[in-house]
């Protein structure tokens, strides 16, 4: 048999009666969700291999300056360990926070036992000792400053050296004083030497002329 068309005309809305309401997760909307969540899980997956790299190289940048900063620190501290001038560091107290293998060879103290020592103690005139006592103001500005004096040893020997030293600064501020100390004991022997043969040479040049004004 054929099917053929019909009209139904209802008299209101409250002719009907829904039976069974259409179910919300269709499909179509099921499907649709599970492609925005799977877009959204693959945009997090690749965000999160990215920043995994970033930081991967960033980590590698990091352990880069680290090793390169180790490997300077490294030769700094051979360099000073090595060198053959007395080189420390004191706080702005005067006690030793630094002291390498010449100044153990110069003073005849131990690291460990000048790090329970003030630069003070180990300087003659008192004028010297007074300089130590404000080094903020004596070592003002940045070039430094030379001078010459006596350094006391453990053995109670005093010893002509020459420091030169500045203020060490932590972001502008200063937190200490690096000395590089310099034995010129043989050049005063030799200054000494040289002044005693020219006050000899002057004195027997004035008594020739004391002979020749009374002859």
Not at 95 to 120: D, H, W
Not at 132 to 150: I, K, Y
Not at 163 to 184: E, F, K, N, P, Y
Request: charged share 30%; proline share 1%; hydrophobic share 40%.
């Amino acid at each position: 048999s054929q099917c053929q068309g019909f009209g139904l005309e209802l008299r209101s809305s409250g002719d009907l009666r829904v039976v069974r309401r259409a179910d919300f997760w269709t499909l179509v909307k099921a499907l649709g969700i599970a492609a925005v969540l799977g877009g959204c899980a693959v945009l997090g997956l690749a965000w999160a291999a990215t920043l995994r790299l970033r930081v991967r190289r960033q980590m590698e940048q990091i352990k880069g300056q680290l090793q390169k900063e180790m490997a300077l620190e490294d030769r700094h501290r051979g360099l000073v360990e090595n060198a053959s001038d007395f080189i420390f560091t004191t706080d702005l107290a005067g006690r030793f926070t630094s002291f390498n293998s010449a100044g153990e060879r110069l003073t005849g103290y131990t690291r460990v036992q000048a790090m329970e020592l003030n630069i003070r103690d180990l300087l003659v005139p008192e004028q010297d000792r007074e300089a130590w006592r404000n080094p903020e103001q004596v070592l003002a500005g940045d070039n430094g400053v030379t001078m010459q004096s006596r350094l006391l040893t453990r053995q109670n020997k005093q010893v002509w050296v020459e420091t030169s030293v500045r203020l060490v600064r932590d972001g502008g501020h200063a937190v200490g004083v690096l000395g590089i100390v310099r034995d010129i004991s043989k050049r005063k022997e030799i200054e000494e030497e040289l002044k005693r043969a020219r006050d000899a040479a002057e004195a027997n040049t004035r008594a020739k002329s004391e002979f020749l004004a009374n002859m």
